[in-house]
C-alpha cells in the first residue's frame, strides 16, 4: 500500500485488507524501491516510521481490547461475583457458552486458571 496516511488506524485498516506492506508516499526513493523489492520477493515491508507507529500504539493497548463486546460483559459479571449459572440466566445464554467465553477470555488474555481470571475481572472490572 502506499498512502500518504500514516495514521495507524488505515494501516491497520490495510493489513485487514490484505496489505502485507505499507509505505508513505513521501518517503525516500530508496524506501519505496526496497518495499517494492520486498514485495517482489514475497516479504513484508513497512515505512520505518509507521513500524515505531504501529509498535508504539500496541504497547498502549490494553488487554481488554482483545475481548469481545458479550466477553467484556461476562468478565463484569465475573467481577461481581456472579457464577456462570447466574450469568447465562442474566444474559439469556447457556451455561455451556458462558464457559466457552470463559474459555476464550483466558486464551486470549494468557490466563490459566478461574481464579486468575476472576482476579483480572475484579482489577479491570468496568461497572
Known amino acids: 500500500m502506499l498512502s500518504m496516511h500514516d495514521n495507524v488506524e488505515y494501516v491497520r485498516e490495510a493489513v485487514r485488507a490484505g496489505a502485507s506492506g505499507y509505505v508513505l508516499k513521501d518517503s525516500p526513493t530508496t524506501e519505496i524501491i526496497q518495499a517494492i523489492d520486498a514485495m517482489l520477493a514475497g516479504k513484508t515491508f513497512f515505512s520505518a516510521g509507521v513500524?515505531?507507529?504501529?509498535?508504539?500504539?500496541q504497547s498502549m493497548q490494553t488487554p481488554l481490547e482483545h475481548?469481545?463486546?458479550r466477553e467484556l460483559d461476562i468478565l463484569d459479571a465475573l467481577a461481581l461475583g456472579l457464577s456462570s449459572k447466574q450469568i447465562a440466566q442474566q444474559h439469556g445464554l447457556s451455561v455451556r457458552t458462558v464457559e466457552t467465553h470463559?474459555?476464550?477470555m483466558k486464551r486470549?488474555?494468557?490466563?490459566d486458571g478461574q481464579a486468575e481470571l476472576i482476579k483480572f475481572a475484579i482489577e479491570?472490572?468496568?461497572v
Open 51 to 57: 513500524a515505531a507507529r504501529m509498535i508504539q500504539a
Open 67 to 69: 475481548l469481545k463486546p
Open 102 to 104: 470463559r474459555l476464550n
Open 108 to 111: 486470549k488474555l494468557d490466563i
Open 124 to 126: 479491570h472490572r468496568r
